[in-house]
């Protein structure tokens, strides 16, 4: 069992950065792929990030590359998220998520086996 708390959201104008973390306990951390995912309202849940266990593998969404970074740190037991040159369109409640598969970085949500509750990201234009 893992349990994933996500803090860090807010609200920011565009252009601005935020910088999302999603702390987690119960398993070995190390052995968890984790991933962000974001739903806007009235959307679909979206892929954004995912990182493998040890951190060599990552996979991000196109849209978001160049301006956000997914990163963990096992020591910590927490994965980042590094949000730069927010855009409105980045809008929506962002969920952290484990994968009990290690070495994988599914940009699938139904392969994610633990999720938290969310954090609220807010771009004004």
């Known amino acids: 069992q893992v349990q994933l708390v996500e803090s860090g959201g807010g609200f920011v104008q565009a252009g601005g950065s935020l910088r999302l973390s999603c702390a987690a306990s119960?398993?070995?951390?190390?052995?968890?792929?984790m991933g962000w995912f974001r739903q806007g309202t009235g959307k679909e849940r979206e892929f954004v990030a995912a990182?493998?266990?040890?951190?060599?593998?990552?996979r991000i969404l196109n849209s978001v590359k160049g301006r956000f970074t997914i990163s963990r740190d096992n020591a910590k037991n927490t994965v980042y998220l590094q949000m730069n040159s927010l855009k409105p369109e980045d809008t929506a409640v962002y969920y952290c998520?484990?994968?009990?598969?290690?070495?994988?970085?599914?940009?699938?949500?139904?392969?994610?086996?633990?999720w938290g509750q969310g954090t609220q990201v807010t771009v004004s234009s």
């Open positions: 998520a484990a994968d009990r598969r290690s070495s994988l970085t599914s940009a699938d949500y139904s392969d994610y086996d633990y």
């Open positions: 990182i493998s266990g040890s951190g060599s593998t990552t």
């Open positions: 119960g398993r070995s951390f190390s052995s968890v792929a």
